[in-house]
């Protein structure tokens, strides 16, 4: 029997086409992964936050747009979603939110069809640890670390619809630390330089809420109540603060109404002094200053954006209640 004769150039063009092949598949099946992952839907819509995470953490954020990579252009192109954009990817990975839709400057319309004008500031939000991380949730975030920042921004779009005028510290406690030589330490000395800025440029301030986060195992931050998840929350009171009972009684009302909402949410105050602790954690500003811890770092996005939620209906009933 005559053996087959395969011309050289036949064998060539088979190795092409599988090479071709091969190559195809594999970059196929990659926007498929990346489509498929780009949908993920994070649990808020706030555009401030997601500006503030991509310009300060996203790699492929640059001063011009001519010097984006081709890998960019044609990833933006093949997925309909800009990662230099922080609206498009809102309008991709967000629930809820429609195309780029132009906002009122000094009103918006909230779900209630209540009509919040906005007016100076009473409420300040800030990081005195503004580097502690949460854990990530999915692909979708683009090697964005989410940090305890996130929870003033999601906290100020909650507070706000309920007639709240927010300010957030946007300075980093970092480049405070190093314009004036300190180390981690001294982070709530740098929190105090900016509460007196914030202060000074907005006297109308009443309250100072300075967010955290834990440093615990997911099972001792995490409670599940109602088949939901969510990040548990403790007070912190210095109590080297000489009017510290003041900071006490107002915290304790926080806690105490969150838990009426969710049992065991709150783990209560943790009050510290002596030697090797701050003890006053900036909380002779004001007797409205707070510290809350949510969650630890092993707790995700959504987790943190239960708890707030529940924060920001607690917060609004505590504050217009001392406010008559």
Do not use: C, W
């Amino acid at each position: 029997m005559k053996k087959k004769f395969i011309s050289k150039n036949k064998k060539s063009k088979k190795v092409k086409f599988k090479i071709f092949f091969f190559i195809f598949s594999v970059a196929f099946g990659f926007i498929l992964t990346i489509k498929i992952l780009s949908k993920y839907n994070l649990p808020y819509k706030n555009s401030d936050l997601v500006n503030f995470l991509i310009e300060n953490n996203n790699p492929f954020i640059v001063n011009s747009k001519s010097n984006y990579s081709y890998f960019h252009k044609i990833m933006t192109k093949l997925i309909d979603l800009d990662i230099t954009d922080p609206l498009s990817i809102l309008d991709t990975n967000f629930k809820g939110l429609t195309k780029k839709v132009k906002i009122e400057e000094e009103t918006k319309k909230v779900s209630n069809e209540k009509v919040i004008t906005k007016g100076e500031p009473t409420i300040y939000l800030y990081n005195s640890h503004d580097t502690e991380e949460y854990k990530p949730s999915s692909f979708a975030e683009y090697s964005v670390m989410p940090t305890v920042k996130l929870s003033d921004y999601v906290l100020k779009e909650e507070l706000e619809k309920n007639g709240f005028s927010v300010l957030i510290e946007e300075q980093t406690i970092s480049s405070i630390r190093s314009s004036l030589g300190l180390n981690y330490a001294g982070s709530y000395t740098a929190s105090r330089v900016l509460m007196e800025q914030a202060k000074k440029n907005n006297p109308s301030l009443e309250y100072f809420i300075d967010l955290h986060r834990d440093s615990l195992d997911h099972d001792r931050t995490t409670l599940t109540y109602n088949n939901k998840n969510y990040a548990m929350v403790m007070f912190l009171v210095g109590l080297e603060n000489p009017n510290y009972l003041e900071n006490l009684e107002f915290s304790t009302k926080i806690s105490d109404a969150i838990n009426a909402k969710v049992s065991g949410l709150s783990k209560g105050i943790y009050q510290k002094e002596g030697e090797g602790v701050n003890g006053v954690y900036n909380q002779d500003f004001s007797n409205r200053t707070i510290l809350i811890e949510i969650g630890g770092p092993e707790n995700t996005i959504d987790e943190v954006y239960e708890t707030l939620l529940i924060l920001s209906e607690v917060l609004t009933e505590v504050i217009e209640s001392d406010q008559n």
